[in-house]
């Protein structure tokens, strides 16, 4: 069993991993563990719990900035937020398992609003990170514009832990807007859906969520929301509809609209056999690639946020069938110049790693002058 | 103007340096004449070197090359776009070869389909935004120098503008870049994608000034046109007044797509200059634009005014054509060179504050003016917080006076970071703020980021002497404690 260790501050987090870098211990870093199906994990010395880093630090409504512990739950940092009429326009997915702030960024974890907001990257100001050689350093600030030194937060954002330890982050919000609706139509072909994504795409509407799933009865089914001022929420609304009646398409109205994006956003925690991968696309690619994955697996299920080319597929069917079509379509999204990686395996899907990214020897680099020793994550990003 | 001291480096110098570049990429391609080095000698900001030559690469190989040979004769390298920067990103501190990517400025690629544009980094910014509106795309960026600065310049800088206040500044619309690194290495990194495996290296370079390579092509996110826009300006008594609607504004829950603050010197030397329509009387005025789809913009604007008028505005001007608005935005973008007529210098500072601190920062800034007997003009992006005070200085008058001016930058820079700021919001650190790092990050936080500069530049070759102090010009810094 590891050894389970709950720092509660940055700072004795960067005393606990010089201990484990000087004692040769491996070291698994925790929020809600909710992210264990990210990479590849192999058992650790000990496991770096991020709960005792939790709370509030510092939000100014009137500046739209928050700064947070690392292991403070999304849900209770929305509640808190929500309390001034104000949001974090980050809507990834595990929230109501516990996912934790340092987890979302250190996953990367992104939902369907990245496209009207941005993503992880785009509204992390600063950073607090403990390093494997007892140090805590910062990078970026609280102001939402800044230069000053190598912009760290992209570094550490979508580093799984590798790094080092996100202690402390500094977020851009935004006031909540008044206005919300969404809508959904089912189409026969997926060339279709993504069409009329696409059509959305290419105006100033500008939505929350542009999702495209394939349904467990074969179907394309389109759900796009918006949210801002009541004018131009019930114009999306208007074009959309017309987008996809142009393709065959009926919109309709969706009473229920936060758990039906939930529903697809939680397309990993749902699939509790056969595996899941995830690729990123450029955009035009995504009709084809649905299309190859669905004529490899007629029960696949999909949902891709289509205003950004990054899709989910759960593959069923037996586990030779599953390892053989993952491989290809990962091939697949690399070759129209995408990527991709497993997200929930099967036994021997994990294996499906792949080629290493460009870059690769740079990040080796990079890795090995943060943990030179090699105790964070062992193995989780491939990277050696 | 002043020269600063170059440190002494070891390596190939000279004529020794010229004649094998010109050996490596033939004589059209070099600059090695006392008066063409003269030309690179400055840039935008008030610090000038000059370089032992210069190279005029026309495709990536040939900045490998250079990059190789360099290595090899431990010569600094120093990629330069338009020379517009305000930080002195593209002046060889450190000597050595500046590489000017005049001859490498073209769109290789308008991808329409997948909302991406693959460009050489001597493109022009503006060039990148009209060639992309026949298909109803844009560019974001648009620093006020987009006529002439570069996409590569951008990259290095992670330029922002007036209309990155709802839109994002250049690394959110970066999604891949091509880049040789100091001992030569052309990597890859990122593509068209929204993401691509591994470490976000691309994010971790745009914004690296150089110092971790240099950029040789660059796909970035095009933008569907707004619909529609609005664009009013508002003038006001006095600048508490412009910048307490700001907050009221945002306080609203209104996120416009630009809030540029203009005080009273300012308008003045638009007007003699470009002819805007500001109010002369005003003691600042406010430039606001909301975008997006029409339904909404009217109720949006009104909303707006109604702010305005109760933070005392004393006259409300909406553009009602397309010409009007472009006058009042010429008129914002012209301001830098508009100061041409109020002195034949200026020093522009780039500090970034909490909005809410706009008052009490902008009181200072006049306050060290009245100090220092110095004339400054504020030009920025309320929005984003991000000032832009306009010391004006006579440079004829030497270096006594250029010292007591950095002097008076420097108090105003100590203020933003009093109150929670940064040294630079879009302007980048380069050699002109390099020795104030130290003020707004500990010894550890610098340590981590030459980390990153050596994992890309092992020989601390790639644009020396820039956002990291140095020794030899940060005499009251040192960074013992940074390695």
Redesign the interface.
């Given at each position: 069993m590891p050894r389970a260790e709950r720092p509660a501050s940055a700072e004795s987090c960067a005393t606990l991993l010089l201990a484990c870098a000087e004692a040769g211990q491996t070291v698994r870093v925790r929020g809600g563990a909710t992210k264990d199906h990210l990479g590849t994990l192999r058992p650790t010395d000990v496991v770096l719990e991020t709960a005792g880093l939790a709370g509030i630090l510092d939000h100014?409504?009137?500046?739209?900035?928050v700064t947070v512990g690392a292991g403070t739950l999304m849900s209770a940092l929305r509640d808190a937020l929500a309390a001034h009429?104000q949001f974090l326009p980050l809507d990834p997915p595990h929230l109501a398992r516990g996912a934790t702030v340092g987890g979302v960024i250190a996953a990367?974890s992104n939902g369907f609003a990245?496209y009207r907001y941005?993503?992880v990257?785009?509204l992390l100001l600063g950073i607090r990170?403990a390093?494997p050689d007892g140090?805590?350093?910062?990078?970026g600030?609280?102001?939402?514009?800044?230069?000053?030194?190598?912009?760290?937060?992209?570094?550490y954002?979508?580093?799984l832990g590798t790094?080092g330890v996100i202690t402390e982050a500094t977020f851009k919000i935004?006031?909540?807007?008044?206005a919300l609706r969404g809508t959904s139509a089912v189409f026969a072909k997926a060339a279709d859906a993504f069409a009329a994504a696409d059509a959305v795409?290419?105006?100033?509407?500008?939505p929350i969520a542009l999702v495209v799933e394939r349904t467990t009865e074969r179907r394309w089914r389109l759900i796009v929301a918006a949210a801002g001022?009541?004018?131009?929420v019930?114009?999306?609304m208007t074009e959309t509809a017309r987008a996809a009646a142009e393709r065959g398409g009926a919109m309709q109205e969706l009473a229920d609209l936060p758990d039906t994006l939930g529903q697809l956003r939680e397309i990993v925690d749902h699939a509790t056999d056969g595996g899941v991968i995830r690729v990123?696309?450029?955009?035009?690619?995504q009709t084809a690639f649905a299309e190859a994955a669905a004529a490899a697996d007629r029960n696949v299920r999909l949902v891709a946020d289509a205003a950004?080319?990054?899709m989910h597929v759960h593959l069923r069917g037996d586990d030779t069938g599953i390892l053989a079509t993952a491989d290809a379509l990962l091939a697949n999204a690399r070759v129209v110049?995408?990527?991709?990686?497993v997200e929930r395996a099967v036994a021997g899907l994990g294996a499906a790693d792949g080629p290493?990214?460009?870059?690769?020897f740079?990040?080796r680099?990079?890795k090995?002058?943060?943990d030179p020793r090699g105790i964070l994550e062992p193995a989780r990003?491939a990277?050696g | 103007m002043t020269t600063a001291p170059v440190a002494v480096r070891s390596g190939l110098r000279g004529a020794d340096l010229a004649a094998g570049l010109r050996d490596l990429l033939g004589p059209a391609k070099v600059l090695w004449a006392r008066e063409d080095l003269l030309l690179y000698e400055y840039d935008g900001a008030i610090d000038t070197a000059t370089p032992d030559a210069v190279v005029l690469p026309t495709e990536t190989a040939d900045v490998a090359k250079v990059a190789r040979f360099c290595a090899a004769h431990k010569v600094p390298l120093v990629p330069r776009g338009a020379g517009t920067g305000l930080s002195g990103g593209a002046i060889p501190v450190e000597g050595g070869v500046v590489l000017s990517f005049a001859r490498m400025a073209r769109i290789l690629e308008l991808?329409v389909?997948?909302?991406?544009a693959v460009v050489q980094p001597g493109l022009v910014n503006l060039h990148l935004s009209t060639a992309a509106a026949p298909s109803?795309l844009y560019f974001v960026p648009d620093p006020s120098s987009q006529k002439a600065c570069t996409l590569g310049g951008n990259v290095a800088?992670?330029s922002?503008g007036p209309h990155?206040l709802a839109y994002?500044?250049t690394?959110?619309h970066v999604t891949g870049l091509e880049i040789v690194l100091s001992d030569g290495t052309i990597?890859?990194?990122?593509?068209?994608?929204?993401?691509?495996?591994?470490?976000?290296?691309?994010?971790?370079f745009?914004?690296?000034e150089g110092t971790?390579g240099i950029v040789t092509e660059i796909t970035v996110k095009l933008t569907?046109?707004?619909?529609d826009k609005r664009t009013l300006m508002a003038a006001f008594p006095t600048m508490d007044d412009a910048s307490n609607t700001v907050?009221a504004i945002?306080?609203a829950?209104i996120?416009p797509s630009a809030i540029e603050m203009m005080d009273q010197l300012s308008t003045q030397a638009v007007e003699a200059s470009v002819g805007a329509g500001y109010p002369l009387d005003a003691g600042g005025i406010l430039l606001v634009e909301v975008?997006?789809?029409?339904?909404?913009l009217d109720?949006?604007l009104g909303r707006i005014e109604t702010i305005c008028r109760a933070a005392h505005a004393q006259e409300l001007r909406v553009a009602a054509t397309a010409l009007e608005r472009d006058k009042l935005w010429a008129g914002r973008k012209g301001a830098f060179a508009a100061m041409g007529r109020l002195a034949s210098d200026y020093y522009v500072q780039d500090g970034?504050?909490?909005?809410?601190k706009l008052p009490e920062v902008l009181r200072h800034v006049i306050d060290v003016g009245e100090r220092y007997g110095l004339r400054i003009a504020n030009v920025f992006?309320a929005g984003?917080?991000?000032l832009h005070p306009l010391i004006m200085f006579d440079g004829s008058k030497g270096e006594a006076e250029v010292e007591r001016v950095k002097e008076a930058g420097r108090e105003i820079l100590l203020k933003c970071l009093e109150v929670?700021?940064?040294?630079?919001?879009?302007?980048?650190?380069g050699m002109e703020?390099n020795c104030y790092?130290p003020l707004?990050?500990?010894s550890?936080?610098?340590?981590?980021?030459l980390?990153?500069?050596?994992?890309?530049d092992p020989l601390r070759l790639s644009n020396p002497g820039k956002?990291f102090p140095t020794p030899s010009r940060c005499k009251e810094f040192s960074l013992n404690a940074a390695r």
């Open positions: 100014v409504p009137e500046d739209l900035t009429g990367n990245r941005g993503g990257r785009d990170v390093l140090t805590v350093a910062r990078a600030g609280r102001v939402v514009k800044n230069v000053a030194g190598y912009d760290l937060n992209k570094l954002t979508g580093s790094l935004l006031p909540i807007p008044p795409v290419r105006t100033s509407l500008r001022e009541q004018a131009p019930d114009r999306a990123a696309l450029p955009i035009s690619a950004s080319g990054t110049g995408g990527g991709g990686r290493d990214p460009a870059g690769a740079l990040m680099r990079l090995q002058a943060f990003m990277l | 991808d389909a997948n909302l991406r109803g800088e992670n922002g990155t994002g500044v690394t959110n990597v890859r990194i990122g593509g068209k994608a929204i993401e691509c495996e591994g470490y976000d290296l691309v994010g971790t745009v914004g690296s971790l569907p046109l707004p619909e907050s945002i306080g829950g996120v975008d997006g789809v029409r339904d909404g109720d949006l970034v504050i909490p909005r809410t992006h984003d917080g991000n929670g700021g940064s040294i630079t919001g879009e302007h980048g650190v703020k790092m707004q990050y500990s550890v936080d610098l340590a981590t980021m980390r990153v500069r050596d994992a890309f956002i």
